[in-house]
């Protein structure tokens, strides 16, 4: 059975950095594309960075410049390093592997307030 559990999310001032975590148990991620999408209040969920097993990355470009999605498939992990926070990256992030079928975790929240 597939199982993603993140951590890290907290409650960051605009300008703050995160570093989200998520760690995977019952699949081997070297050989999956994995993602983080988030959900914010009353708005449907959407893409936030993926990386490709071979280590390709991509990003809305709401977090371009911002956001760095890295793998360590030793530690069978996936990492989202968001800085500059704004308020309008407040959402509870998930953490996706794109098997068959997709699996998720369960999010963690991220506010970003002053």
């Known amino acids: 059975q597939v199982q993603l559990v993140e951590s890290g999310g907290a409650l960051v001032q605009p300008g703050g950095s995160l570093r989200l975590s998520c760690a995977a148990s019952g699949i081997d991620i070297r050989f999956y594309a994995m993602g983080w999408y988030r959900q914010a209040s009353g708005k449907q969920r959407e893409l936030v960075a993926t990386i490709t097993w071979l280590g390709t990355t991509n990003y809305a470009d709401s977090v371009k410049g911002r956001f760095t999605i890295l793998r360590d498939n030793a530690k069978n992990s996936v990492y989202l390093q968001m800085d500059s926070l704004k308020p309008e990256d407040t959402a509870v992030y998930y953490c996706?592997?794109?098997?068959?079928?997709?699996?998720w975790g369960q999010g963690t929240q991220v506010t970003v307030s002053s």
């Open positions: 996706n592997v794109d098997s068959q079928p997709p699996a």
